[in-house]
């Protein structure tokens, strides 16, 4: 069977003995293949092309020199004009020292490339902002990840960009990375693996709460990792109403209490130590005890699929909702979560229902906070984006199998973009003013343009499409290995 370019018809093309975990094995499979396969059959995913007009080889000496002279001492003499006479005011830096790269680890500075170029492109298409990848490396003279290299790095080129997206930094260097960041930066800056993560978790479980008919408040919560990701979605949660007391959270030495002496002693770990202090007041220490009754699991830890047991679904409430978003496996098969009791299964990836990505927030998101020039992103601004998504899923209509908007739903990032806005705004956190409908029109112009820009590139030819071959054979070493051949 012929693979569709749109590769809507993939669960179509695998051998019809496979089972559920072979076919989910041959999925992710065939997605690494097909990706190695197409990034180098391309060369990687972007490129940087003009903005304005060149027409004719004079207008060179107005966008160069010595015309541009003009903009140079219109900066010099205010800074903050660069956000409207160059592009910074629609740049983003995407930031990572590469050493928590997806579920694969350190995969050393120039590894974390793919998956930078990859936001910078989402981005784009899905948020009409500009960004650059740029992977550093933070390694002091001893050979050990040093925060403050990354730290400095940004302070230094910060003056370039209206936003910096930092990505794929191992904790504990990320808490101090961003906290840090946050407070010293003009502009935003924005952990998309913690704040991006717990802003869509949030959305999701805001309507599967709902589809459950229960309440945040009264939920029991248990979260499985407690890295960057997992400790701000529990930060998130009890920010917009969750009970402390009915929380536990586990990180891979158990849970987290008052009593995690290894985790007070280290000043690096101050993050997990609020949330130690604040939660599991009744010191539950196994997962599988924390579970028993539990409304609902959010698993970001180690990727799968046996890392969550079917067992522990199996003893958790009535409508149990389960988010399982490790990449790039889930930490139990959907399917097998689904046959243990769970009423709404969630995860990170595409192929699966409920997909819970950060892909949905944060193009949105930054896209606020840029067209009002905003000098930070806070977690208020995090929640409303949470509070947005959410609004715009209900109101297009709900399901166990589609609690949240998905990325082809391209007015959620208008909406969110417009939100964010009016809460920047209201937190005083804006340089420019600019109403709902104002902020609105305009991110949805620009989304509108950036995908227009793609589809004519490749309508004249300028982005070919992939071979059929190319697909073929990454379908072929797919099926190959999953069957065990």
């Not at 978790?201 to 945040?216: E, P, Q, V, Y």
């Not at 705004?425 to 995908?451: L, M, Q, T």
């Amino acid at each position: 069977m012929k693979i569709d370019l749109d590769l809507k018809n993939l669960d179509s093309l695998f051998p019809a003995d496979f089972n559920e975990e072979q076919k989910a094995k041959a999925k992710t499979l065939f997605l690494k293949n097909l990706s190695f396969e197409a990034h180098r059959f391309y060369g990687g995913k972007m490129q940087t092309i003009p903005k304005c007009g060149i027409y004719g080889l004079n207008w060179f000496n107005v966008w160069y020199t010595p015309g541009v002279s003009k903009i140079s001492t219109t900066i010099r003499d205010n800074n903050d004009a660069s956000f409207a006479l160059s592009n910074r005011g629609n740049l983003v830096a995407v930031i990572s020292d590469s050493t928590r790269v997806l579920g694969d680890g350190d995969c050393t500075p120039p590894g974390g490339l793919g998956v930078m170029e990859g936001k910078a492109m989402l981005m784009k298409y899905l948020g009409g902002v500009d960004a650059v990848a740029l992977c550093v490396d933070s390694r002091g003279p001893d050979g050990k990840n040093d925060p403050n290299k990354i730290i400095e790095f940004v302070k230094m080129v910060q003056h370039s960009f209206a936003a910096i997206n930092l990505e794929d930094i191992s904790q504990p260097n990320c808490f101090k990375v961003l906290d840090d960041l946050r407070e010293t930066c003009d502009i935003p800056v924005w952990h998309d693996d913690a704040q991006g993560t717990a802003c869509v978790t949030l959305a999701g479980l805001i309507n599967a709460l709902k589809l459950a008919d229960k309440k945040i408040g009264e939920a029991k919560i248990v979260l499985l990792g407690a890295g960057s990701s997992n400790t701000t979605v529990a930060r998130l949660i009890l920010s917009d109403g969750g009970d402390p007391s009915k929380m536990v959270i586990f990180d891979t030495k158990g849970s987290l209490h008052s009593g995690r002496e290894d985790i007070k002693k280290d000043e690096r770990n101050y993050r997990k130590w609020e949330l130690c202090e604040k939660t599991n007041p009744n010191r539950i220490y196994a997962i599988d005890e924390a579970l028993k009754g539990a409304d609902v699991l959010i698993a970001l830890s180690s990727p799968g699929p046996d890392t969550v047991k079917r067992e522990w679904i199996r003893a958790m409430a009535d409508k149990a909702i389960v988010f399982v978003c490790a990449n790039p496996v889930p930490e139990i098969w959907p399917y097998a979560a689904k046959e243990e009791g769970a009423f709404i299964v969630a995860t990170g990836r595409g192929d699966f229902p409920n997909q819970v990505n950060n892909s949905v927030c944060f193009p949105g998101l930054l896209k606020g906070a840029l067209l009002v020039r905003a000098k930070k992103i806070t977690d208020g601004m995090a929640i409303r984006c949470a509070h947005s998504i959410a609004d715009f899923s209900e109101k297009r209509g709900i399901d166990p199998d589609n609690i949240i908007a998905n990325m082809d739903e391209t007015d959620v990032f208008a909406r969110e973009a417009a939100d964010v806005a009016q809460q920047a705004i209201s937190e005083g956190v804006a340089r420019v003013n600019f109403s709902w409908d104002e902020v609105y029109n305009r991110a949805k112009a620009d989304i509108n343009a950036a995908r227009s820009l793609v589809e004519g590139l490749k309508r004249l030819g300028h982005i070919t499409e992939p071979p059929e071959e190319l697909m073929e054979i990454a379908l072929e070493k797919a099926i190959e290995e999953a069957a065990g051949k």
